[in-house]
């Protein structure tokens, strides 16, 4: 089954997200460990546990285990809160102040 371009550009756009995400501290202040933040991004941009397992050659069963240790520590319950999370933080890292008028807006 041949990809659509919109497909393609999502996947690149995740892998560049995924990339920036591991050479820069996204969250400071984060109560993950470095591991289970690199985990927590490949989980939440679509990587299933064995995928990150075999990327980060350990066992899917610590991927698992990590992947509890993040759910309580971000108070989440699922992947899809855990992404939201993710975005959540990525866009107010990356956010910049939009001035309009005499006010100071943020773009949200």
């Known amino acids: 089954m ?3 371009l919109h497909e393609i550009i999502a996947e690149q756009s995740l892998e560049r997200l995924y990339e920036k995400s591991m050479k820069e501290k996204l969250y400071p ?4 460990t ?3 933040s690199e985990v927590a991004t ?3 941009i679509g990587y299933d546990e064995n995928q990150i ?3 980060l050659n350990i066992s899917p069963e610590t991927i698992r285990t990590h992947l509890k240790a993040i ?3 971000l108070n989440v ?5 855990l992404f939201g999370v993710f ?3 990525l866009l107010n890292r990356y956010r910049k102040p939009v001035k309009i008028g005499q006010e100071l807006f943020n773009t949200d």
């Open 2 to 4: 041949q990809r659509s």
């Open 29 to 32: 202040n984060d109560p993950l």
């Open 34 to 36: 470095p591991r289970e």
């Open 42 to 44: 490949m989980f939440s």
């Open 53 to 55: 397992a075999e990327e």
């Open 71 to 73: 759910y309580v520590k």
């Open 77 to 81: 319950h699922n992947r899809h809160e």
């Open 87 to 89: 975005i959540t933080r």
